[in-house]
């Protein structure tokens, strides 16, 4: 599967949740897709989730 078919399935899945659920619907699926892709990164390896946190919190900084 390329990453059209997956892009025209997540605007399908996005568009479906704004029709049916209104902006609200919308912004939370939205909020969600993105925590789930943070998630699959940190699974994957590709992400520490840790440093992410120090980087938020101010007690590293990326450069």
Known sequence: MNLTVVGIGIGAFV????FQFGLWGFIIALLFM????LLGRAADGKLDLRSVLDALTGRRSSS
Not at 34 to 37: E, K, L, N, S
């Open 34 to 37: 993105g925590i789930g892709a």
């Open 15 to 18: 568009a479906f949740m704004a």
